[in-house]
């Protein structure tokens, strides 16, 4: 029953530090977000190899407000230039039948364009559907 006495024997004992926080200087916090940035999908490793985790990695990220550039991060406008539609020259002829176009706008800025020559019924079948839709 000798169990519950203390032996006198001791073991080999390691202290383990825990709890001391490291300090970073902002060049080496800089150095590790650009490492991190080179190529995708390289947070973890990078904070791995630096014995940091991955959130502190990305909370550096946002404090530096450092972002990738093909992020998509903000829609962007692309400059848009509108050209006046040219016409293919012809040669006049003797007699040239009856030509024309005619712009039909319809509700929410749809539009057809047709020629003089359309068929009157076909042309009041697709406007009937487009209003539809």
Do not use: C, N, Y
């Amino acid at each position: 029953m000798d169990s519950h006495t203390i032996s006198a024997q001791l073991g080999r004992l390691e202290v383990v530090e825990t709890g001391r926080r490291r300090r970073w200087p902002e060049d080496e916090k800089l150095k590790i977000v650009l490492e991190s940035l080179r190529a995708p999908r390289l947070v973890s490793a990078t904070a791995r190899r630096h014995g940091i985790s991955r959130s502190l990695l990305l909370s550096w990220r946002r404090a530096l407000q450092v972002e990738r550039a093909d992020a998509g991060s903000a829609p962007r406008f692309v400059p848009a230039t509108i050209v006046p539609e040219r016409l293919p020259e012809r040669a006049p002829a003797a007699v040239t039948p009856a030509t024309g176009r005619m712009e039909i706008v319809l509700a929410r800025g749809r539009r057809v364009i047709v020629d003089a020559q359309v068929d009157i019924s076909a042309l009041a079948r697709v406007l009937d559907v487009l209003e539809r839709r």
